[in-house]
């Protein structure tokens, strides 16, 4: 019977004997993937099948021979190191932790939807960035006893597998993946039947999904799954890929995702008894359609008695909705034709719903806006009451990329603020520093927000446990470097040279990142001649390890890696920079610990943050990066290095010379320099590299590392990022839901309907009248000022609205900046919707001074006076 196929296939999970019957559970929960004494425990078990399985507890418990299982269990060791970890599982999921320092008021339930989770290797539903950051999101919050759910999709394939031909073109595989033998529960009505959502399609086509549970530590993360036999074709294979399709059949992704994502969370509640949430997170717009889903629930008499307008229910959803936004790239963000959403909601899939609403909340209906495409970031700032970027120069970016949506507003008054994003430590953080820091300073150094005790560990330590870091990489890469060879055809004769590639004892630089052109994998390439200089030189040469994936349909991209890979077949380099296939978890926690520099040369301001250069930061990889993203705010000059960026308004070809050659400048003369001590000494060179450590210690290297650890460890760490969303976003987020709902929605309805008299009313507000009184001819500081505004309200009172002067100082052209304002109080009624404000001001600064006076809406349901985008100035 060879050739043929299995029409179904299966995973038998193995029944684990009572004694270590807890293995089981210790697998299912992905807590073990960053607690290192549980991933010590499976590894122990079987230490060589534990490599053949990929570090998969699941695939071991399934691998694992009947009588070895037996054995084990018969190994009171075995018994009490099991039963241990079950122990500590137990207390770790019931704990109280530092989310419930927060008293009873904190939000209940978080529900965090994304379109892809990188939480493990062994659950490779994850493209890049965002869903890296997502899994590090849900570990902290789980640490943190956080009470998050997150939502997602659970695609067959996950992202490609990306593999060589023998001209380095990209080639693609999609495995596809059993959930049955992944670490999932499949969620089930109390009757044993799988729980089934459904959203009806147009044309009388319904789109059903299972719902699969993975327990990420104390963190449920519910996953949709369209493959399911109810479906039809199409249907089935909407959760088919990560990133796949465009058209209907990503707009079908995102409706399960958003809409379907929602009536899971209702379930789970109803099952579970967990508390419904009251805050909802989307990271990046594609969940968008959540907002829809809370809106259609509040407009249906059979969820709520007494039904919500669509301005009333827009009002309250937007209450309690925070939004992401993660890329300042255009092609980062989904759009699609206004007409085929107006198609897919003109059935039953938001009945009550207004499409017209809907389809008004993603128009791009601002200057350079295309009327044809429905915008899903445009929707997500539209449904969410605050709104976020994730690092701070990318605030400042997204205020200015969404300002057409606030009018009239200085691009600082954009209501987006920023997060920077953080790593997980105990996912990113290498076992062997970990357990350095254990030995000396005990559990919970790495946990606790004083990372300087790095200081009192000997220079020599650190430098030998880089040493240890970087040979770990150096073997690795090298088993990789074959094995891709050997798909790309060559025989193990030609190999040879591969066992010999790359050098523990040379300065590692590493550059890993999903491959669009913004990021410029092959700047490094502009100057080929310099690069091999650089590579072989004879006292302080460098290496490369250098990997990433290409969007499938990105032909540059491919063009790109394609370029790179021929520059490392060269046998003159080869042994000094190699480029490593299918960038994933499993090679990014070896990858990041052991290179020394970690590089990263994006066209700024179009890295939104990066957060591969945290992952080596705290591993004491030193970063050397253009001025983007995170490393904008947190270079200081002693924790690497700065490329200096080419000048605005520069030619793309005269930036790429600009910033490369800045880039091999500085390996050239700072990095690799300092790598290599003071003991390049004049004969070394014949030697070959001078091998840092031999006579001494590059001290100044090694107070680099320190450095970085005490001060960019705490700041990168996925904490501090979680503890700032829920203080500053989830919290308030919750407390305007509350008062949202209070009282059947009182404050909501209440909210509605003065927002809709307010635009309604404001096309008449002006200011009439501004003067000033007090200022002698010579002006000096300590001086007050008295400032007086005539506005015209018409029919809206005063307590509408919030006057206000800005003052600063004054520019050229009259622009002000190091504005600060007061408010204006209302001072008389003139009559006629006419009224006086005015305020005291204090003229606390010498030089060019002045001032503008500006009226906006006022409202305590607001969070920010610019949330309706209405302003008047004078
Ligand atoms: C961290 C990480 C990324 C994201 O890195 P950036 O610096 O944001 O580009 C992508 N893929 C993997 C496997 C990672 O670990």
Redesign the pocket.
Known sequence: MTGMKAIRRFTVRTVVPGPIGALARLATNLRWSWHLPTSQLFESLDPALWDEVRHDPLALLAAISREKLEALAADPDVVARVADADRNLTAYLGEPRWYQSLGADAPHTIAYFSPEF?ISEVLPQYS??LG?LAGDHLKTASDLGVPLIGVGLLYQAGYFKQSLSKDAWQQETYPLLDPDALPLTQLREDDGTPVRISLPLPGGRVLHAHIWRADVGRVPLLLLDSNVAENDATARGVTDRLYGGGGDHRLSQELLLGMGGVKALRIHSRLTGTPEPEVFHTNEGHAGFLGIERIRELMDPALTPHPLSWDEALAAGRASTVFTTHTPVPAGIDRFPRSTIEHFFAGELAPGVPVEKILALGAENYDGGNPEVFNMAVMGLRLAQRANGVAKLHGVVSREMFSGLWPGFDHDDVPITSVTNG?HVPTWVDPRLAQLAREKFGADVLDGPDWSKVYDVSDGEVWELRRRLRTALVEDARRRLRASWKKRGAADAQLAWTDSALDPDVLTIGF???VPTY?RLTLMLRDPARLKALLLHPEHPIQLVIAGKSHPADDAGKKMIQDLVQFTDDPEVRHRIVFLPN???A??RTLFPGCDVWL?NPLRPLEA?????M?AAINGSLNLSVMDGWWDELYDGENGWAIPTANAGTGEAERDDIESAALYELLETQVAPRFYGDLVSAGAGAAGPSQPGRGGLPSHWISMIKHTLATLGPEVAAERMVKEYVQRLYQPAAAAGRAARARDYAATRDLAAWIGNVRSEWCGVRIEHVESHGLADEPHIGQSLRVRANVYLGTLRPGDVSVSVAYGRVGSSDELSDTRSLELLHARDLGDGRHQFEAELVIDRSGSFGYGVQVLPCHAGLASPAELGLIATA
């Open positions: 990188g890049g960035g890296i790593v890993a990142r999903r990021k960038y994933d978890i090679m990014a990263n943050c990066g957060t591969s250069g992952k």
